[in-house]
């Protein structure tokens, strides 16, 4: 129990497009859905937090524009990266808390050329 | 403000050895503890986690931790490492307090050597 998937889990595009990463719980409604960014050789770092049916919660210094979330359903929550940049490139992992414990999904690795 | 310090970046170990990978936290609340594994290219899987009662606890693949409120710790350990722990690990704090956000540290990647 307690799966949760990302898509697509590699992804390449050009500078200036819009990439979206899904995050989906397979076997458990998640009200609260967590993004993550990691850069190389790093650690995670918290982007912000989705609730359903409401507004993201973004950390500071994350541009809640440029990172666009939806939480529009109990095991959906999708994360838009817009006009993206070489400088996002990074591997974006999501979770979902199961009470307190989070489970997370394999990650996205997005590479913007 | 909330800390997870893990002063180890790399350990390296003979397989068969015993490991302990070291975690201290500081927290203005009521501390949950986690570590997760992390292979390369991969999200993270959860070893253990510590919300209450026994200081000591199991997780998967034989690894235990033990929850020192006095120092700060939440120290993961394993008796006998196999070559499969080659890994990243990730200590993690959260609370309901925060909204059970995580904070994790920045990571200790073990090398187990034949």
């Known amino acids: 129990g307690a799966v949760v998937s990302q898509h697509p889990s590699r992804v390449i595009c050009k500078s200036g497009t819009s990439v979206k990463i899904e995050c989906r719980s397979l076997?458990?409604?998640?009200?609260?859905m967590f993004w993550y960014r990691q850069f190389p050789k790093q650690s995670l770092m918290l982007m912000a937090t989705s609730n359903e049916g409401s507004k993201a919660t973004y950390e500071q210094g994350v541009e809640k524009d440029k990172f666009l979330i939806n939480h529009a359903s109990l095991t959906l929550s999708t994360l838009t990266v817009t006009s993206a940049h070489p400088e996002d490139s990074s591997f974006y992992i999501c979770?979902?808390?199961?009470?307190?414990?989070?489970?997370f999904g394999p990650g996205t690795r997005l590479t913007v050329l | 403000a909330q800390s997870v310090t893990q002063p180890d970046i790399h350990i390296t170990v003979s397989e068969g050895a015993s490991l302990e990978l070291r975690c201290n936290y500081s927290?203005?609340?009521?501390?949950?503890l986690f570590w997760y594994v992390q292979s390369p290219g991969q999200g993270l899987q959860l070893l253990l986690k510590y919300f209450s009662g026994d200081t000591l606890v199991q997780g998967i693949k034989g690894f235990e931790a033990e929850f020192k409120r006095s120092q700060s710790s939440f120290n993961l350990r394993k008796p006998s490492v196999h070559w499969s722990d080659a890994a990243e690990y990730f200590c993690?704090?959260?609370?309901?307090?925060?909204?059970?956000?995580?904070?994790f540290g920045a990571g200790t990647i073990l090398r187990v050597k034949s």
């Open positions: 979770s979902a808390g199961g009470g307190l414990a989070q489970y």
């Open positions: 076997d458990f409604q998640a009200t609260t």
């Open positions: 993690a704090v959260g609370a309901e307090e925060y909204g059970n956000k995580l904070v």
């Open positions: 927290y203005g609340a009521t501390p949950y």
